[in-house]
């Protein structure tokens, strides 16, 4: 039977999530911990309601500053990219080529690093990779 969620029970449920991690700035990978092992755990649920879809969004943003800050990443080429995303899908330069509409001879210069993607390129690996287009640099 199906239990009616009232408008306090959702919010006696977000003090709860408050409660165990707060969303305040992460200050040590100890906070780290925790609040990945509670980013997890609402993941891990096969829905969530709004109140733990809005405290998961802004505990997410938390986690991404510290990390940002405390373990900055050096920015990674388009070929970089690319290599990975081919190899972590397992796909060849030519399924990428065909199925994303763009060159075979394009990507494979990419991928020597003879060549930067123009926004178009990226637009299309993007939309063929489902990533979003910032994990791309564009460099006109």
């Known amino acids: 039977m199906a239990t009616r ?6 919010e006696d449920a977000y003090l709860r999530l408050v409660l165990q991690v707060p969303l305040r700035p992460i200050r040590s990978d100890e906070e780290l911990d925790r609040a990945t092992r509670m980013i997890d755990a609402l993941l891990d649920k096969e829905e969530r309601n709004q109140d733990e879809q809005d405290y998961l969004d802004v505990l997410s943003d938390l986690v991404e500053r510290y990390e940002s800050e405390e373990y900055p990443m050096a920015p990674v ?3 970089e990219m690319l290599r990975h995303l081919i190899e972590a899908r397992g796909v060849s330069q030519a399924d990428v080529a065909r199925d994303a509409g763009i060159a075979e001879s394009t990507v494979s210069e990419v991928l020597a690093g003879k060549r930067n ?3 178009s390129h ?6 063929y990779f489902s990533v979003a287009p910032g994990v791309f640099r564009f460099d006109p």
């Open 5 to 10: 969620t009232t408008g306090r029970d959702r």
């Open 77 to 79: 080429s388009d070929a």
């Open 117 to 119: 993607l123009s926004r």
């Open 122 to 127: 990226i637009g299309k690996l993007a939309r």
